[in-house]
């Protein structure tokens, strides 16, 4: 068996990590990817702290193999969500979207393995010194909430690499085996793939919402709302009106009006392709079918090695 | 000796090749990573009709190897510039920025082979109908002018790669070998490297300016002046007063009139590093030395080389 830094870290079979997005990484999806020897992660960004706690413990009735939560460190839950991650015994937590050295220490202690979400040099610096056991770099490329840098994946993987010490995890534009093996090649110890597994039976994101993914094309995605928290949108009305706000030089308050609460719920769990938010990854123009997750793994894995044995040296 | 689709067309050893950058890209730097067995590109795009001429004639007398010319297609002298090209019998032409169905069958009876740049799936298949011999596909994070649709290359070159049947060569952010070995795990048959090469003594860009390219950090650079043609600048100054005119909600009129004549020319060949408009590609955060092109031809072969022995099969 290949191992590596991350698949002996997290006790994976393959090193594909399941990215914990909202409305679509529920138990189902998790513990689909799990069994087939990635890891799954419950996105909790999206559920209050009782959700989490019935999502976790029908995970683990779903699988034996290692899941995780992914944490969003400004969830206003905060500690209710810890507590109950901890209560349960998740074994893995992912962090992101605030500062790693608020809760490395007290996962670690209570024997979580703790893996952050960067977009940035600077920033996986800084968690490796709050202690994680290894990072996400997350490039421009990236459905959800992104990074500021605009720095894409093949430029982002060689630059954290260089000054990190533990081990790396590739995301952004990953969503096939062959980007999966150009991720190692440029010093990656594994994946997290996120809108790939959208398009899956076991994601709870909306079935209109897998058709969009499906039918989406080079085009079809922006990062926008810089102004709020980046994040990159399938191209829909409501993308229209944020174009058009901008056009009329409109202000964050404007912005933030406009957006609201709840309109990601609305476009990616109910369905609302025209009101809602839609966010996904430019990778979603490759994404051509609804597959079940564990096939979606396997077919990384043979087109991995299918890519591999066909490349050569040069002398 | 690992031959492919692109070494095959342009008769190379490697399938590197050195962009025609303006400002940069003259006989030296082609001809010495033509002799290095990369292809090297005159950068026609800063060079008056009788300067191309003379770059060519000595191009030809540094090497016996072949070597090209790249010619922005929306360049005001193009008759004068492909009279020239086809007069002196360059053998490989790369266009970009214009249509590439105006001049291809005309060089193409001449009996040069033409390669075309492109930025999107759109693109790349007009650019096949055309009859073009291969393709450049150019992401988001690449210096100079670049496309509008923001596609990385992780997400790029995967989508070009399955709608055209002709060589592909996968361009922004590839300065190593890594790098390299990762575009053709996504379907690249080579690469075209910019920034790297402004890196070397053989590159007429200023020194002041390859400084500033090896000072380069993350954040450095970023794409901007949509409005007009979008190009990736190193943040300086000039950028600086870009950006203000931005905040001020500035009509294209008045950013075309901020930028005017000779920016480029100003801060990449004179070194103007306040007042210039200095170009260049987010790969510039990895690039820490100046090295002589043959040098940098020989690291990403001996690198790509050792990363691919290193990747291992998953069972």
């Known amino acids: 068996m290949n191992k590596n830094g991350i698949t002996e870290l997290l006790g994976i079979r393959y090193p594909i990590i399941q990215a914990g997005m909202i409305w679509a990484s529920g138990w189902r999806l998790a513990s689909a990817v799990s069994n087939a020897g990635g890891l799954g992660l419950i996105g909790s960004g999206s559920m209050y702290p009782e959700i989490l706690r019935e999502h976790i413990q029908k995970c683990k009735q779903a699988t034996s193999k290692p899941f995780g939560v992914n944490v969003p460190l400004l969830?206003?839950?905060?500690?209710?969500?810890?507590?109950?991650?901890?209560?349960?015994?998740?074994?893995?937590?992912?962090?992101?979207?605030?500062?790693?050295?608020?809760?490395?220490?007290?996962?670690?202690?209570?024997?979580?393995?703790?893996?952050h979400v960067v977009s940035s040099v600077k920033f996986a610096l800084k968690a490796q010194e709050a202690g994680v056991d290894a990072i996400v770099a997350e490039g421009f490329e990236a459905g959800g909430h992104n990074g500021r840098e605009e720095t894409t994946t093949m430029t982002l993987i060689p630059l954290v690499k260089k000054v990190i010490q533990i081990p790396l995890i590739a995301a952004g534009g990953i969503g096939s085996g062959p980007a999966m093996l150009a991720a190692m090649a440029l010093?990656?110890?594994?994946?997290?793939?996120?809108?790939?597994?959208?398009?899956?039976?076991?994601?709870?994101?909306?079935?209109?919402?897998?058709?969009?993914?499906?039918?989406?094309?080079?085009?079809?995605?922006?990062?926008?709302?810089?102004?709020?928290?980046?994040?990159?949108?399938?191209?829909?009305?409501?993308?229209?009106?944020?174009?058009?706000?901008?056009?009329?030089?409109?202000?964050?308050?404007?912005?933030?009006?406009?957006?609201?609460?709840?309109?990601?719920?609305?476009?990616?769990?109910?369905?609302?392709?025209?009101?809602?938010?839609?966010?996904?990854?430019?990778?979603?123009?490759?994404?051509?079918?609804?597959?079940?997750?564990?096939?979606?793994?396997?077919?990384?894995?043979?087109?991995?090695?299918?890519t591999l044995e066909k490349l050569k040296m040069f002398d």
Chains 1, 2 share one sequence.
């Open 75 to 115: 969830y206003p839950d905060i500690d209710q969500i810890m507590d109950i991650i901890l209560a349960e015994n998740v074994p893995i937590v992912f962090t992101a979207a605030g500062n790693p050295s608020l809760w490395t220490q007290h996962l670690k202690l209570a024997g979580c393995k703790v893996v």
């Open 187 to 306: 010093g990656a110890d594994g994946v997290q793939v996120g809108s790939r597994f959208v398009a899956s039976p076991e994601a709870s994101s909306h079935p209109s919402f897998k058709n969009a993914v499906i039918e989406a094309q080079q085009d079809s995605t922006e990062l926008t709302l810089k102004e709020l928290t980046p994040v990159r949108l399938l191209k829909n009305p409501f993308y229209e009106k944020v174009k058009a706000l901008y056009a009329q030089g409109a202000s964050t308050e404007e912005l933030s009006l406009l957006l609201g609460k709840g309109r990601a719920k609305k476009g990616m769990f109910e369905g609302d392709l025209i009101e809602g938010e839609l966010e996904i990854g430019q990778v979603a123009a490759q994404i051509e079918q609804i597959l079940p997750a564990a096939e979606i793994v396997n077919e990384f894995i043979a087109t991995y090695n299918r």
